[in-house]
């Protein structure tokens, strides 16, 4: 391509990026000129992670090809492979590599609005995939697929990532986040804000990190007062007041105390499926039971996919998960774990799909079942969370 052609292209991208930070302020570190490279190589355009930011390159030629529109809709593309943070996968735990491409492309292409050039894949491509769910869950959605060859298509080239000189740290991850987000919060769009880093997933001790919202909508929750006082009793703690009268000598107010009942808050144990069959909607909701939940116990949390992947003190609203592997319910009923908690009760959340121990654990086991599937052991409490709220079915032994 000549230097004429080549400054047309140029000006084409300077003018489609003018026009997107107009529309989409909060991509304002994304939409920079100085990020858009020429490089003839890339074929259509592509992106990597470098030096704690992202660059992004075009082909001059495949530019001047597109519309205006068709422009603009492939730098979205680009920039939400960013904001999704598909250059950071490890690829080591995505073994099927058109799996992840397929889910790569259609998570980005959902949320692009403007048109885009050729055939973009498309949620219409995979009929069996539901709206607005994260990368590594449609992964896991397709991975076992065999006619994915002949089906993936990508508009734009990702062979950078799998370039090692090319991807950039976690650190360098945050640092887009942080940008990200500082940005949102400047322009005032919260909208823009919960949408543009609710179901992110990063890399976190071998496990995908995710970011967990407020539900939309917040149902009816789990009638926990009574679930505790069924099944490990009323507990309550006598102490001594002077805001109340003695029983035995009411005259003699603020000189002989009463006696006040103060419930307990038992340790409870809120064990979290983090397995990838669950859907980021499932977390959104039981982070409104914990919320409840955490009011009158105290909860320790335990989040476990195929093991136990994170355990701590809940301190305020439910904010990430870590797991998206496979599925054990077993790590957290254990003798030994337990014996390390001391927990009165156990609330497993999960869709329910999983092996379970053998034998009925030392300590009560409430099955917080996120689907219509049936308990996964023949003990234990269950009760189901439907979207209108939670419905005890049945007891079990």
Known sequence: MNEQNLLSARSRMDAALGRMLHRYPFYVQFISPGRWTARPSVGTMAVTVRHDS????????????????????????????????????????????????????????????????????????????????????????????????EKVRTIDMHGLWKDPSNQGSDADLEAIQQSLVSQLSRVGDRAALHWAISGLGRHDGGGILENIHDPASRPTPIPWQPILSRMIGHRANREATFLRPSRRMPERVGISPGVVYRPQHPPVLA????????????????????????????VTVVQCDKQIRKTYSLRGPLRTIVGRGGT?????????????????????????????????????????????????????DVVKLTDRGAVISRRTA
């Open 271 to 298: 064990a979290i499926d983090t397995s990838s069959s669950m859907q980021l909607r499932h977390f959104e909701r039981i982070r409104a039971e914990l919320d409840v939940l955490s009011r009158i116990a105290k």
């Open 54 to 149: 992202p660059r992004f390159y075009f082909s001059p030629a495949f530019v001047c090809s597109c519309s205006d529109a068709e422009l603009e809709g492939v730098i979205h593309h680009e920039i939400l492979h960013v904001v999704f943070e598909h250059p950071m996968y490890d690829p080591s735990l995505f073994p099927n590599e058109r799996a992840l491409l397929a889910a790569e492309e259609v998570t980005v292409n959902e949320y692009v609005p403007e048109p885009l050039p050729g055939d973009p894949l498309t949620l219409a491509d995979f009929p069996e995939l539901p709206p607005r769910e994260d990368t590594v869950v449609r992964y896991h959605r397709l991975k076992d697929r065999e006619d994915l060859a």
């Open 328 to 380: 054990d319910l077993r790590p957290p009923l254990e003798r030994q774990f337990l014996g390390q908690h001391h927990p009165s009760l156990v609330a497993y959340f999960t869709d329910g799909d999983g092996p379970v121990p053998d034998h009925r654990p030392p300590v009560p086991v409430l099955w917080c079942l996120t689907t219509d599937a049936k308990p996964p052991a023949p003990w234990g």
